[in-house]
């Protein structure tokens, strides 16, 4: 399976700090998309970066696609603690896959 | 915007009963995915469904679970003989394109229904 491996597992900040959340993959990809769960809830989509692109923004999202080592990074800048969620990489393929996850707590 | 519907968001059953969970995915949507979480733990892959057959399946999916798309609208999960350890939240998710394109669109997910299993 082609499953996202998110680092840290976990990640607490202080708000207005910035977090960066790793992901790696075993096999190609032809994108790479992250999530985002807040505790009980459905899993949002935040951002898509197709394996062309070597970086990609989104309004404080930046993510980086690194097709030669199989990672991607997540970068939330300023963040807020509306932020505090679990995020997941997903590498496109058949099964989508999800890993364990980056739990991120943004204190106030 | 358009979303994905789940109902019921918690359900209670014995162990040995069937269960049915119910998901309307988004109207223009064509694939169509169970996952399920149990609690503290990650999101796993179940099933997923385009042009009403299932196009891949996990270990998970045993024989004790099926998916139908019984009419233009709904997508349903069932399971014949819940057992305790099929206690999670069951995520039901659509997506425009399919997860092999090149282009494919991300997966959009309902809010989930809590299974309970006593």
């Known amino acids: 399976s082609q499953q996202g491996e998110e680092d840290p597992q976990a990640l607490s900040i202080q708000e207005g700090e910035n977090a960066t959340m790793n992901c790696s993959y075993k096999?190609?990809?032809?994108?790479l998309q992250w999530y985002r769960q807040n505790s009980g809830r459905g899993l949002v989509h935040l951002i898509l970066i197709r394996s062309n692109e070597r970086e990609k923004h989104s309004g404080r999202l930046r993510v980086t696609l690194d097709t030669s080592k199989k990672s991607s990074s997540l970068l939330i800048t300023a963040s807020r603690a509306a932020d505090t969620a679990s995020y997941f990489c997903q590498g496109g393929s058949e099964k989508l896959v999800f890993g364990k996850g980056t739990k991120l707590t943004v204190n106030p | 915007e358009p979303e994905v519907t789940q109902t019921p968001s918690h359900q209670v059953t014995q162990m040995g009963q069937e269960v049915i969970l119910r998901c309307v995915p988004i109207s223009n949507h064509l694939y169509f995915y169970w996952y399920r979480q149990i609690l503290g733990q990650k999101v796993e892959f179940l099933v997923s469904?385009?042009?009403?057959?299932?196009?891949?399946k996990s270990e998970i999916f045993d024989d004790q679970f099926s998916v139908e798309r019984p009419d233009g609208s709904n997508f349903t999960l069932k399971i014949r003989s819940t057992k305790l350890e099929d206690s999670a939240m069951y995520f039901c998710?659509?997506?425009?394109?399919?997860?092999?394109?090149?282009?494919?669109?991300?997966?959009?997910f309902g809010n989930g229904t809590r299974l309970t299993v006593t």
């Open positions: 998710a659509s997506s425009e394109t399919g997860t092999l394109s090149s282009y494919n669109s991300p997966l959009h």
């Open positions: 096999t190609s990809i032809n994108n």
């Open positions: 469904f385009y042009n009403n057959e299932i196009s891949e």
